[in-house]
């Protein structure tokens, strides 16, 4: 996990592909009392849609393809994320898949944790916001 930080909030990274994003807000309304004192940060589209239907607070990135993975990454990469949590469609062909891999390349590179899949994202949120 990422260190140097002086707040005691987790900072957790939400990212969905457009197949994956009623999962995630089913997903983040599953844990929203813990998310509630979250610093998150999400792609554009799911940021959206984490504000108006879960009411989380998100500061939103760009698009995906519009650099909003890069965004992210770039966070990632200097500390300021605990987690990131990325639904990923793995039977649909996105036009940045170089970007999406260089992500979740950077959260092996920097220790941070991963979740692609519902599964994983789910025993990701609970052991580090309910431990």
């Known amino acids: 996990m990422a260190t140097g930080h002086t707040t005691t909030k987790r ?3 939400l990212v969905a592909h457009d197949g994956k994003k009623d999962t995630m807000v089913a997903l983040a309304l599953s844990f929203a009392a813990e998310l509630q004192d979250c610093e998150i940060c999400a792609t554009g589209t799911t940021g959206g849609r984490l504000e108006r239907e ?3 607070t998100v500061e939103r990135m760009l ?3 519009l650099g909003g993975d890069l965004q992210i990454g770039a966070r990632l990469a ?3 994320l605990d987690a990131l949590i990325f ?3 793995p039977m649909t062909p996105q036009p940045h898949e170089p970007d999406i891999n ?3 390349r950077a ?4 220790d941070v944790p991963c979740a692609t899949n519902l599964s994983s994202a789910k025993l990701l949120l609970a052991q580090l916001l309910r431990a």
Not at 107 to 110: E, L, R
């Open 102 to 104: 260089a992500l979740v």
């Open 54 to 56: 879960v009411g989380l």
């Open 87 to 89: 639904l990923r469609d």
């Open 63 to 65: 698009s995906g393809p």
């Open 11 to 13: 900072r957790i990274a």
């Open 107 to 110: 959260c092996d590179v920097h």
């Open 78 to 80: 200097v500390g300021e």
